[in-house]
């Protein structure tokens, strides 16, 4: 098993004074007591960086700050836009790509989530490629393929000292937000095609996580049947508590694991 990681995906929810009050919650929760073997990663919006950035800062406090989404530019007139080098700047180590929801609703085509991820590592940032299929590619029996082909899009032909740079988050559309996570035996089989075609394209070690109706209740069937090396988690990292949760039984799994090797 990989050291997991969990990332918190807040998407667009709490203000920056809600995102200040979240991260000090989440700090004092984990200082507490202390996750030893999981990474805990924070999404926030962009207008919240800077400010969760000094709350983690302030409490030296171990979670790492993302972005979830940057533009493929490096600078110049794209008006609404935010560059790498203006999150780096903010000490953001992490930066999702290619998110479903940035897909379907703001045209993020194939093409630009590939153009993206190499702005990103080419900065010497986390890239978190998000894949997966909707509903309709499911019920066709498509989704193995499907996945394989957003991987082999954004990743085929990335330079070779780039590659540790990437983490891959499984997240089926159809169970996002829904309440309805994939079952254990869904994921492992989607893990195991997404671990053989990353292989194929250079990625062997690349950490793989899912996404979509994570809780603390469905984490560790997931993690242990599912097979996926940690998660990328929407609504339960709203709270502190839920989340904080998430961090323990991962934390749980990975010692229980390490244990028995
Ligand atoms: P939920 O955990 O709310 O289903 O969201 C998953 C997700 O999209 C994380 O990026």
């Known amino acids: 098993m990989n050291r997991p990681l969990v990332i918190g995906n807040w998407k667009m929810n709490?203000?920056?004074?809600?995102?200040?009050?979240?991260?000090?919650?989440?700090?004092?929760?984990?200082?507490?007591?202390?996750?030893?073997?999981?990474?805990?990663?924070?999404?926030?919006?962009?207008?919240?960086?800077?400010?969760?950035?000094?709350?983690?800062?302030?409490e030296r406090s171990s979670v790492a700050l993302a972005a979830q989404h940057v533009s493929a530019h490096e600078s110049g007139a794209h008006t609404g836009e935010v560059s790498l080098a203006m999150l780096t700047r903010l000490g953001v180590a992490w930066v999702l790509v290619g998110h479903s929801e940035r897909r379907a609703h703001y045209a993020m085509s194939d093409d630009v989530v590939a153009a993206t991820l190499r702005t990103v590592v080419r900065g010497a940032v986390n890239a978190v490629l998000c894949v997966g299929e909707d509903e309709a590619v499911r019920d066709a029996s498509e989704h193995e393929s499907y996945v394989a082909a957003q991987l082999a899009s954004a990743l085929a032909g990335l330079e070779e000292k780039s590659r540790a740079l990437v983490t891959v988050a499984y997240e089926p559309i159809w169970a996002i937000g829904t309440g309805r996570?994939?079952?254990?035996?869904?994921?492992?089989?989607?893990?195991?095609?997404?671990?053989?075609?990353?292989?194929?394209?250079?990625?062997?070690?690349?950490?793989?996580?899912?996404?979509?109706?994570?809780?603390?209740?469905?984490?560790?069937?997931?993690?242990?049947?599912?097979?996926?090396?940690?998660?990328?988690?929407?609504?339960?990292?709203?709270?502190?508590?839920?989340?904080?949760?998430?961090?323990?039984?991962?934390?749980?799994?990975?010692?229980?694991?390490?244990?028995?090797?």
């Open 181 to 261: 996570s994939a079952s254990a035996a869904q994921i492992s089989e989607m893990t195991l095609a997404i671990r053989r075609e990353l292989s194929a394209l250079g990625f062997a070690d690349t950490r793989v996580l899912y996404g979509g109706s994570v809780t603390s209740d469905n984490a560790a069937t997931t993690l242990l049947d599912g097979g996926v090396d940690g998660f990328l988690v929407g609504g339960a990292s709203l709270k502190a508590d839920s989340f904080t949760a998430i961090i323990r039984v991962c934390d749980d799994c990975y010692a229980v694991s390490a244990n028995r090797r």
């Open 14 to 58: 709490l203000d920056f004074v809600e995102a200040v009050h979240l991260t000090q919650q989440l700090s004092v929760l984990l200082k507490n007591q202390p996750s030893a073997h999981t990474d805990a990663v924070v999404a926030p919006p962009f207008v919240d960086l800077r400010s969760v950035a000094s709350v983690l800062e302030s």
